[in-house]
């Protein structure tokens, strides 16, 4: 850790340990992925916005690979520039809106991800490349085991922070937020406070900036009712 102005911030080595750590972790299934967040709580404070951006990219390059090297096969074509890439996401969304069951995915051989042009006018789209009897397998557990590096990723992606503003209790306030991807969750027997996640679906959801940093991993996010406006920060 050095100083600069009496401002604490990131070292060189602490920097270079932080990546090599998380590049090791990541598509792994270990314990020391509960670190994660950590990591953020640690050295975001110490980060400058160009740190910051240039980890949210490498992190998810780490799970693009991890995406694309083991089953299904989930990759860009070259219409997705890396900036836009956010792979994990991506692929939740195609998995929501094609797979139920794990069967669903056994004769899928790969996933592209790709846009009818260059730009942000173009939204992304699928190809999907099957085979013959051959099984794909994979579980929900393969995409939780990435969730809590595209959460890093996403608290470091400074560019896509957001201004949402809630009213609660009558009180109105702004909050500063990431956008990531939890599990979909219904009640059970309708009853209040006891839910159920839903198989193979995920959602988007904003949490605080402010309260992921002092909860990490126990952070919740934002209740969807509460929100009255969402704005870019940038």
């Known amino acids: 850790?050095?100083?600069?102005?009496?401002?604490?911030?990131?070292?060189?080595?602490?920097?270079?340990?932080?990546?090599?750590?998380?590049?090791?972790?990541?598509?792994?299934?270990?314990?020391?992925?509960?670190?994660?967040?950590?990591?953020?709580?640690?050295?975001?404070?110490l980060m400058n916005d160009s740190q910051r951006e240039r980890t949210a990219i490498d992190i998810r390059d780490r799970i693009a690979d991890c995406l694309r090297f083991n089953k299904?096969?989930?990759?860009?074509?070259?219409?997705?520039?890396?900036e836009e890439r956010i792979p994990l996401v991506d692929f939740v969304m195609w998995l929501n809106s094609h797979v139920s069951d794990t069967k669903d995915l056994y004769n899928v051989e790969k996933v592209v991800c790709f846009k009818d042009g260059y730009g942000d006018r173009y939204e992304k789209r699928y190809d999907v490349y099957t085979r013959g009897n051959e099984w794909t397998h994979i579980y929900e557990s393969d995409v939780e085991n990435l969730l809590v590096w595209e959460t890093l990723a996403s608290l470091m992606d400074v560019k896509r922070h957001k201004n949402i503003t809630i009213k609660f209790n009558e009180e109105i306030k702004t909050i500063k937020c990431f956008e990531t991807i939890e599990k979909?969750?219904?009640?059970?027997?309708?009853?209040?406070?006891?839910?159920?996640?839903?198989?193979?679906?995920?959602?988007?959801c904003y949490k605080s900036i402010e309260s992921?940093?002092?909860?990490?991993?126990?952070?919740?996010?934002?209740?969807?009712?509460?929100?009255?406006?969402?704005?870019d920060e940038n």
């Open 1 to 45: 850790m050095t100083k600069k102005n009496n401002k604490e911030e990131l070292s060189l080595d602490e920097e270079m340990l932080m990546w090599t750590s998380y590049r090791y972790c990541i598509g792994r299934r270990t314990y020391v992925s509960s670190l994660a967040s950590y990591i953020g709580k640690k050295y975001y404070p």
């Open 72 to 82: 299904p096969g989930f990759e860009y074509d070259g219409t997705i520039s890396r």
């Open 184 to 204: 979909q969750v219904v009640p059970i027997n309708r009853e209040e406070g006891y839910y159920r996640c839903v198989e193979w679906k995920w959602k988007k």
């Open 212 to 231: 992921y940093l002092i909860d990490g991993e126990h952070c919740g996010s934002l209740n969807e009712k509460y929100i009255i406006k969402i704005e």
